[in-house]
């Protein structure tokens, strides 16, 4: 028997959609900092500093799930969070030269408005997620003060802080007055549904605006020729195929799975979907993005080794994240989407060996494919989706 509690459906405010904004914010000055010097040293920098911000991010997404912002303290208190993520994406261009002392500054302005706001729905259980995200934003604020192996180490002390928050906030209440695990997973798992599954579709959604607002940025001041239009259009077709891979059928079944996933589940289903799963996808659409800046000024040329991996690795990240999404709530088919992740990736030797406009060709005709050989073959595949029944999932 299903043991999650019906929920009236709840939708997402236009204050937490502006919030969303301003957190996207901080993924086009990563783009930034990538077009800046496409290596794989930013690469992973810029990867490294998307998972701490984007823990932040879900906690906010989790904080007003369970504590709407319907009263004026706490739309003010959310819009000071707001604030930090600004400063935090302000700093990010030079975060590793001169300005990681000032994001670390407001990143702890986001954790300490997170967990003074999170009092609201769990009150002293709060410190079970403040201390270990404020010792996070600690160990960024002093990176700020360092440079090299010293200054990445420390970055990776605050991810390693933040991916044992949950473990921490499932057993140390229990410690301090004898509640179960499963009672503290199922307080924790006390999720509206559809809210949390719309709110993340929103923030994939504005995610998307960058890889548009790209397009004007990598065309610039060039002539408007007709190559050069198609090289948009190629640009366009690549984001909208994105879109379809996610939005047709998946956010509406995702919803049903957390409908009928009991509580004491929800909450590491919740992670897994909508953290982990995520962020290939965020940041598949960040390395496209800077892909799109570097290329459409050379749609005809071969392109550096850089901006044809941003291009073809966005596309591979995204559908990698994608696959991890469908496969953590069971959603069918997964195989061709699986097949078209490693394709994607080897797309760049087309832009290395031939030219930027045959591999966007290239990347558009395999979304495309993928996309209509999943319509016509993979509806077999589908079946309802059953988290917490122990069901044999179909082979794929």
């Known amino acids: 028997m299903n043991s999650a509690v019906e929920e009236p459906d709840r939708r997402v405010t236009t204050l937490e959609l502006f919030f969303d904004l301003v957190f996207v914010f901080t993924l086009t000055q990563l783009t930034v900092l990538l077009a800046g010097d496409l290596s794989f040293a930013t690469a992973a920098r ?11 991010y879900g906690a906010y997404a989790y904080l007003t799930n369970q504590v709407p912002p319907d009263r004026p303290s706490r739309r003010l208190g959310l819009m000071l969070g707001m604030g930090g993520f600004m400063v935090c994406a302000l700093a990010v261009p030079r975060v590793f030269d001169d300005t990681g002392v000032v994001f670390g500054l407001g990143f702890l302005l986001v954790v300490v408005v997170h967990t003074a706001l999170y009092t609201r729905s769990h009150g002293r259980d709060s410190i079970w997620y403040g201390v270990p995200n404020a010792l996070a934003g600690v160990s960024v604020t002093v990176a700020g003060l360092l440079d090299g192996l010293a200054a990445d180490g420390l970055w990776v002390l605050a991810l390693a802080l933040q991916f044992v928050t949950p473990y921490i906030a499932e057993r140390g209440p229990g410690r301090a007055d004898g509640r179960t695990p499963e009672a503290l997973r199922a307080q924790l798992g006390s999720l509206n549904p559809a809210h949390f599954v719309e709110r993340h579709g929103l923030l994939l959604i504005v995610a998307f605006g960058e890889s548009v607002i790209a397009i004007g940025i990598g065309i610039g001041d060039l002539p408007l020729t007709a190559g050069l239009f198609g090289g948009a259009f190629l640009a366009l077709a690549l984001a909208t195929a994105l879109w379809w891979t996610y939005f047709v059928r998946d956010e509406e079944r995702a ?8 509580a004491a589940a929800r909450f590491r289903l919740a992670m897994n979907a909508y953290y982990y799963a995520f962020l290939p ?15 459409l000024g050379h749609l005809t040329e071969h392109l550096h080794t850089g901006p044809a991996l941003a291009l073809a690795g966005g596309v591979a990240l995204f559908l990698a994240g994608d696959v991890a999404f469908r496969a953590t709530l069971r959603l069918h088919p997964v195989r061709f989407r699986a097949t078209a992740a490693p394709v994607a990736l080897a797309a760049a030797l087309l832009g290395v060996r031939t030219s930027a406009v045959v591999e966007l060709l290239a990347l558009v005709a395999l979304l495309v494919t993928m996309l209509a050989v999943e319509a016509r073959w993979g509806e077999r595949d589908r079946e309802p989706a059953r988290i917490g029944v122990r069901a044999t999932p179909t082979p794929d």
């Open 255 to 262: 919803e049903e799975v957390f409908r009928a996933t009991p």
């Open 46 to 56: 810029v990867a490294l500093i998307f998972l701490v911000l984007f823990w932040m």
């Open 281 to 295: 996808m965020l940041l598949g659409i960040a390395f496209l993005a800077a892909g799109v800046k570097k290329t």
